[in-house]
């Protein structure tokens, strides 16, 4: 329609109308056929005034209904109306596991109100965490939502490498759902596995499934069912992708392929070089160095180009998990510049350690690809600040027993990979951000809330807007904590951050408006409590 058409706007037009010239014919008759049919400006204003004290009266009279929670605070990160994270004192109300309103701070009966220090933030969206759950059971669904709920994270993207089965088909998805029910602290969602030979089986995981996209490796991991793909199964797979959406589709409609990417045939040359398994030559196979030579970052590079290449030539929406290194974030950010839909994340892991002060045989801090040097570090900072190659921060969050982590007294090589991050990310990162002066609260918001929900498309996630899911971590950002590997939540305490001192303790941790975690204070004897099992559920696509 017109512009004259839209109702309350007509008044606008009107006089610039009148004086113009005088219309003739249908045109004529039709447009004041439409001023006739409009309300004037009087009766538009009446009608608003009128609804307004009408919602004014039902609520103070109980009709309509009161919120299921009111939290207020001097510091809440609110996501504006330009998409900007701003930090100010609000009230927030909560219906249903909503956010139904957001005003300015009051204090009253009933509402909780935060202590000028404590931050109230999203919930903490963990884009990249392995739950072994079924199969070996290092970390089930209890251990890890238990460790997300006291890491102020509120939505868990499960990864299909480290199960048994993998989410290879809808038959091997219903056993992980079957295996989930009843034990989820907080929200879960999965990604299928992408391996040779299960490309027919893509779209069922789509459709039935619910899988917010697939995962798949380039390198074998050791995984019993999570087998590498080659070239030919990347473009069988994106061929099949393209053949079963519309021609009209846009490349963002699309599902996300993620991947572990390290070129295999790098790795076997170096592997060979450094005469592993000969007994005549042998390596030190517990030093750091000889494990950064095993891997080095020519392998993250060519593994990448090769992603590059084919996610253009199908235009699939990809993303490279763990950038570890400047020539990945160099090769993902040219692609960008390409426009190729290609994004990344990297870990705390990689934000916070540095290869120089690695012991040697000291599998804790073994990890693929390895912690790198500090240039390599100062790349991702800078990546992450500017907006290009590295968009968020996600975990890996990867827990491992003593006989997996350490079966040979310090070998490098016999020790599996992964590190135990998942209750530690919001911390570690907030360390590094105020170690860098350059940044602040609404960064850590993009990069552990918004961006991750936004790039694998969960709706409702990742930030504090009205309509969106009443997901909160409470925290204080002045609080220093060290870690005290025997008091995280996760089922296997080994971690490199051990005696690190930390920046940022998390308080409490809200699902869908329910309190799940509430930290202890030893001061006054309060110990920490949890929700219930069940109060987190199943996300879909």
Known sequence: LPSAARPCEAFRIMPIQRRARPKRGKEADYVRMVRKSLPSLDTCLKIMFFVVALGAFLYKFGILP????????????????????????ACLEVREGVITSISSFREEDGAIILDKEEVLMPGLVDANVHINEPGSGYETFESITRAAAAGGVTTVL??????????????????????????????????GALVPGNTENLQTLLEKGGVFGFRATLADLGSEDFHPV???????????????????????EKPIFMFHAMDPIVLEKERAELSLDDEDTPTDRK??????????????????????????????RCHINSLA????????????????????DTTP?????????????????????????????????????????????????????????????????????????????????????????????PHAVEYLCARPAEIVGMKGKGRIMTGYDADFVVWDPTEK??????????????????????????????????????????EEGQEEKFGSLGTGKLLKS
């Open 66 to 89: 009161e919120p299921d929670l009111v939290i207020c605070g001097q510091q809440v990160a609110v996501t504006t109306r330009r998409g900007e994270t701003d930090i100010r004192p």
């Open 158 to 191: 499960d990864v299909p490498a480290s199960s048994n089965p993998s989410a290879t088909s809808l038959e091997a998805l219903d056993k992980k759902i079957e295996a989930s029910n009843g034990k989820l602290l907080v929200d879960v969602g999965f990604l």
């Open 230 to 252: 080659k070239e030919e199964d990347l473009r069988a797979a994106f061929q099949a992708i393209n053949e079963a959406l519309p021609s009209t589709a846009e490349p963002r």
């Open 287 to 316: 030093s750091y160095n000889a494990l950064l030579q095993a891997s080095p970052i020519e392998a993250e590079e060519r593994a990448i180009d090769t992603l590059v290449k084919l996610c253009g030539e199908y235009n699939q």
């Open 325 to 344: 290194s400047t020539s990945a974030v160099l090769a993902v950010t040219r692609a960008q510049h390409s426009r190729i839909l290609m994004t990344s």
């Open 349 to 441: 892991h990689y934000l916070h350690f540095e290869a120089d002060s690695i012991p040697d045989a000291a599998p804790e801090f073994k990890v693929d690809p390895p912690l790198r040097d500090n240039a390599n570090r100062d790349t991702l900072w800078k990546s992450l600040r500017d907006g290009q190659g590295v968009l968020y921060i996600a975990s890996d969050h990867h827990g491992l027993p003593s006989e997996v982590k350490d079966p040979e007294e310090g070998d490098l090589f016999a020790a599996a990979a992964g590190i135990s991050s998942l209750e530690l990310r919001l911390p570690v990162v907030w360390t590094g951000i105020q170690a860098r002066g350059e940044l602040g609260l």
């Open 481 to 522: 904590i060290t870690v005290n590997p025997e008091k995280l939540h996760n089922a296997h305490p080994a971690t490199p951050y051990k005696g690190e001192e930390l920046q940022g303790c998390v308080h409490r941790t809200f699902v869908r408006g329910t309190e799940v975690f509430l930290a202890g204070d030893d």
